[in-house]
């Protein structure tokens, strides 16, 4: 019995699931390439276009986080496996370059010297 509840834990890990016009919605981890945050919005950039609604970042940082996702910005988390090249001032994840901040830079240039 305690093994079906951990495995439906481990499940569960990989989705993340929100509320988009007053529908839960299961969005798969693995589809997402970036997370945005604007204003009180979220933005997931999917491989098939974006999703938005309302959350904050630092909501559902850490289910990313877990999933191998790092903050790069105050409104930009990355898939840390995509990332192919590291400035001062910017990523390149993929086709897409993302703004570094400098509170994040010194603990991503750690991360992806390791």
Known sequence: MVENNVESVRENDRYLETIINRKKRTIPIASIEYVESRGRKIVLHLGCGE?????KISEIEEKLVNNGFVRVHQSFMVRMADISKISR???KCG????PVSRR????L???VME
Request: aromatic share 22%; no cysteine.
């Open 104 to 107: 994040y830079y010194g603990e």
């Open 95 to 98: 086709k897409i370059e993302v």
């Open 89 to 91: 001032t910017s990523i």
């Open 51 to 55: 999703m938005t609604f309302y959350s």
């Open 109 to 111: 240039r750690k991360m």
